[in-house]
């Protein structure tokens, strides 16, 4: 899973637990395993459930499967496993470089973080399947990290290229991902609730989280879940963060503000009536499970939640003025975020706070900053392992001012490559003292 563990092992030579710990966590939040959980079918009786909820559906005519993220492809083939030729139709969108195994499942590669025309494409036929499904049908949609940019279908008069240039300037704001998606929930023909308003049929939802907090209305900007925010938020995010006034995008937000587009359906719209949303994955079940892998190793272990937020470098430091006695570890998960300046290099937020880290923490500390989705940044590492030998190298400091990450820690053999992982449960952080 860890494709330079050796590498990794030998540049660092006690990072075995936190090797091993970083495994069971990606195994724990494997699409597939949280679909199977998630899902009973037996007697032509579909379950669904997770911790706080269950529903059983008997009575449906043809069920149909859509979903777009980075765990849609191993989502849609474990229901595949579970419920057969019961499926009359399966379309889903996913980033390049990941596809179904199942042959009947119809799928769309499209661009992330950045949407393209192929996601508009996805967008089309997803909507498409939602709207051909019946009153007496079951649609199920899969839920997870990257859905926004994987259904950029856009709304009223924009085009691909205003959602491209509002994208790429918002996320190099510095803004939140709640900010982000409120915006892109209002420049949207599918998003905040809209796929749900498009269906006739009964609606349910199977959600892998990739959002601090669990938020059912910002994951994968919520297609099928209420939608609190409006167009005046939208309005006072682009503000905050200070984009460009002319573009088309904001002046859609301005006339969605002033009554020319509908509002996004909100909490209490009856269209939610007949839509059930299920969150069977999150970044609390890969912590607790890295948790636990330490404990067997030997590490008396703090799990210090799954909240953290705010930029990568502060996070970073924060981990390394962890007092910590010997072989007492940390575990802790959220999603950083880094704004960028005039200059950027190579990396992403967990190997920039992985670098900081290193700059600021005592030798005998082991530490790992991991993206669960595999890839960190612009680069194409998961994320950092750092440890006495990585503070052997040079101009660190310069190198996290540029941020270029990437190629400080490369110095080193202080990169973590998984490749992508067909997950994402946003990122873990794991620190000991040997």
């Given at each position: ?28 939040v ?9 899902t ?39 229901l ?63 839920v ?23 994208t ?10 709640q ?33 601090v ?43 969605g ?147 270029d ?30």
């Amino acid at each position: 899973m860890i494709k330079n563990r050796l590498a990794l092992a030998k540049s660092h030579p006690s990072s075995g637990p936190v090797l091993l710990a970083i495994e069971a966590a990606l195994k724990s939040v494997n699409p597939a395993t949280l679909v199977k959980a998630a899902t009973r079918y037996q007697n032509n009786v579909l379950e669904f459930r997770d911790t706080d909820k269950q529903a059983r559906f008997d009575s449906f005519e043809d069920l149909y499967v859509v979903g777009a993220g980075k765990a849609a492809a191993a989502m849609a083939d474990s229901l595949y496993s579970i419920l057969q030729d019961t499926v009359a139709l399966a379309c889903i969108t996913v980033p390049y470089g990941i596809k179904p195994a199942d042959s009947r499942i119809s799928f769309t590669q499209a661009s992330h973080p950045i949407p393209d025309e192929n996601g508009i494409k996805g967008s089309r036929k997803i909507l498409s399947a939602v709207k051909k499904a019946g009153k007496n049908d079951l649609v199920v949609v899969l839920v997870s990290g990257g859905g926004s940019a994987l259904m950029p279908l856009p709304a009223g008069d924009l085009d691909l290229q205003d959602k491209q240039r509002i994208t790429a300037k918002l996320l190099a704001s510095g803004a939140s991902i709640q900010e982000i998606n409120a915006v892109r929930k209002h420049l949207s023909s599918i998003k905040g609730g809209q796929l749900a308003a498009a269906a006739k049929s009964t609606v349910v939802s199977l959600v892998i989280s990739d959002v601090v907090g669990d938020d059912l209305s910002v994951i994968s900007s919520g297609p099928t879940f209420p939608d609190s925010s409006t167009f005046s938020d939208a309005l006072d995010v682009v503000r905050k963060y200070e984009i460009a006034s002319d573009e088309p995008a904001i002046k859609h937000l301005k006339d969605g503000a002033g009554g020319r587009y509908p509002e996004t359906p909100k909490p209490g719209d009856k269209i939610f009536d007949n839509v059930y949303n299920f969150l069977i994955g999150n970044n609390s079940i890969a912590c607790r499970i890295a948790a636990a892998s330490l404990k067997k190793s030997g590490f008396e272990v703090d799990y210090l939640g799954s909240g953290f937020v705010g930029e990568a470098k502060e996070f970073g430091q924060l981990m390394a003025a962890k007092t910590l006695s010997k072989n007492q570890a940390l575990v802790a998960g959220g999603e950083t975020t880094v704004k960028l300046g005039s200059k950027s290099g190579k990396g992403g937020r967990n190997q920039e706070a992985g670098l900081s880290f290193a700059i600021n923490a005592k030798d005998d500390v082991v530490a790992a900053f991991l993206g669960t989705d595999g890839i960190d940044g612009n680069s194409d590492a998961a994320g950092a392992l750092v440890s006495a030998v990585t503070r052997q190298a040079k101009d660190l400091d310069v190198y996290l001012e540029n941020h270029d990450s990437y190629h400080a820690l490369a110095k080193t053999g202080s990169l973590i490559f998984t490749g992508l992982t067909g997950t994402n449960v946003n990122d873990i952080a794991i620190i000991y003292r040997h």
